[in-house]
């Protein structure tokens, strides 16, 4: 507790212990899915503002225990959508493929000045343009993930596919070029304040974030994406081989961090 | 900002942002790895307390521009380290090809009672024990990792090796056992507070955890791990190969989140 605070501040501070308590008791004895007690409904129950009953929840969902859909209120969160490892579905496929039903929020799409990690990552001189595309990504209604994509221009024609509903996998191959092999990295990082509230989620609260670049059947770069996943909602399986005691020397990562 | 936290409140938050641009452009002239101005020089040069100056630099802690070490002030971070796709090296062998020196402090090393995840993961009966081995995994001085490693009793011979300067997995190879393939998922999370104070993070600072589990040649589950990575120092590559718009129907993922 922060010095200065004072008397009311203490008491409100155990107020919130007490009401995530309680909580994580539904949460322990329920399932994902369930919805759990409203705001009002804590507030009423602990005699707390409501602000106070917010915070407690808040806590809960930054440590991806509750999730909250807008309109619906608030549930106790469902275990995370696993991505297989090794292969690169589009994510209407993905999702598709676990009995899903997937769409996009469209933000923006434009030709747009590349920035210096697109013209690394593609390949391009400065100054640049790119294709930029800024969707969420939805599952049955949930926001999953928040995605950038840049794209060479010469693939300017895919704006014209239903990027909404459909696929921009399907729509690149409809336009002639072939997505291949993707490589890149994962990181973890805290959301703004604007990610946050087009993901619904608390904000600060962490994501999973991968940046890859896709490669054409020639090896062409022609994708470079950033999509930032609500952690408490997606989650990426990975297998290994383990390296023997004695093996070839380290080759450095393919590319630099953003 | 909150509603009543008043004018004195308002005029910190201001000089946050100020102190934090000049901060931010420092970080965007530097190099990773360069001192930044004290506490005490930015609290003079800006005549604020040093909480507020302290606040300013958490802030860009948590956004991972900044990393702290102990005892020798703020740095611009360097870039993260890239760990290589497709090949599980040990963490020493891992940080000795990249020319740093590996160490690690050991928290505790002993049997313990097995939680459910560990009986999942190493298909044990309730209840059981496992040789639990918790860690901070240090590079160079800088701590990367917390990580906790839940073994087959079968492996206790283990712990007589030297495990704060030495390779698990080489201790495992020396007692007859070989490492063979590892499986499990990436998540981000936020760090506790005590997770925090061990990595030297600021509280709430992003994570990047993996979860595994180690067969060994035979198929024989003997390991199950979670490594949390500080978010800033540490990123994972991955490589993937675009499906085809047409392929095998989708299979679960093998193991179901902690």
Same mark, same amino acid.
Request: glycine share 6%; net charge positive; charged share 25%.
């Given at each position: 507790?922060?010095?200065?605070?004072?008397?009311?501040?203490?008491?409100?501070?155990? &107020?919130?212990?007490?009401?995530?308590?309680?909580?994580?008791?539904?949460?322990?004895?329920?399932?994902?899915?369930?919805?759990?007690?409203? *705001?009002? *409904?804590?507030?009423? +129950?602990?005699?707390?503002?409501?602000?106070?009953?917010?915070?407690?929840?808040?806590? %809960?969902? &930054?440590?991806?225990?509750?999730?909250?859909?807008?309109?619906?209120?608030?549930?106790?969160?469902? +275990?995370?959508?696993?991505? &297989?490892? =090794?292969?690169?579905?589009?994510?209407?496929?993905?999702?598709? &493929?676990?009995?899903?039903?997937? #769409? #996009?929020?469209?933000?923006?799409?434009?030709?747009?000045?590349?920035? #210096?990690?697109?013209? +690394?990552?593609?390949?391009?001189?400065?100054?640049?343009?790119?294709?930029?595309?800024?969707?969420?990504?939805?599952?049955? =209604?949930?926001? %999953?993930?928040?995605?950038?994509?840049?794209?060479?221009?010469?693939?300017?024609?895919?704006?014209?596919?239903?990027?909404? +509903?459909? #696929?921009?996998?399907?729509?690149?191959?409809?336009?002639?070029?072939?997505?291949?092999?993707?490589?890149?990295?994962?990181?973890?990082? %805290?959301?703004?304040?604007? *990610?946050?509230?087009?993901?619904?989620?608390?904000?600060?609260?962490?994501?999973? $974030?991968?940046?890859?670049?896709?490669?054409?059947?020639?090896?062409?770069?022609?994708?470079?994406?950033?999509?930032?996943?609500?952690?408490?909602?997606?989650?990426?399986?990975?297998?290994?081989?383990?390296?023997?005691? $004695?093996?070839?020397?380290?080759?450095?990562?393919?590319?630099?961090?953003?």
């Amino acid at each position: 507790m922060r010095a200065g605070q004072g008397k009311a501040g203490e008491k409100a501070a155990l &107020r919130y212990q007490e009401i995530e308590a309680w909580l994580r008791e539904i949460i322990m004895a329920g399932r994902p899915g369930q919805a759990l007690p409203s *705001e009002v *409904e804590i507030a009423t +129950n602990f005699e707390v503002s409501r602000m106070t009953a917010r915070q407690a929840v808040l806590n %809960l969902m &930054r440590e991806g225990l509750v999730d909250r859909r807008r309109g619906a209120g608030t549930f106790i969160a469902d +275990n995370p959508l696993h991505r &297989r490892e =090794g292969v690169l579905l589009s994510f209407s496929e993905d999702m598709k &493929r676990r009995g899903l039903t997937p #769409s #996009s929020t469209m933000i923006s799409s434009k030709k747009e000045i590349a920035t #210096s990690e697109d013209r +690394n990552a593609l390949g391009l001189k400065d100054p640049s343009s790119v294709i930029v595309i800024k969707r969420i990504r939805i599952a049955d =209604g949930t926001p %999953l993930a928040l995605e950038r994509v840049a794209l060479l221009t010469q693939c300017a024609a895919v704006l014209n596919e239903d990027l909404e +509903n459909g #696929s921009l996998h399907d729509g690149l191959r409809k336009i002639g070029f072939q997505p291949t092999v993707a490589s890149g990295w994962l990181k973890a990082r %805290l959301a703004t304040a604007q *990610e946050a509230r087009k993901l619904d989620l608390p904000s600060k609260s962490p994501l999973l $974030v991968e940046t890859r670049v896709i490669e054409d059947e020639n090896g062409l770069a022609i994708e470079h994406t950033e999509t930032a996943y609500a952690a408490n909602r997606y989650v990426v399986d990975i297998k290994l081989n383990c390296a023997p005691a $004695v093996m070839a020397p380290f080759k450095a990562a393919p590319m630099a961090p953003a």
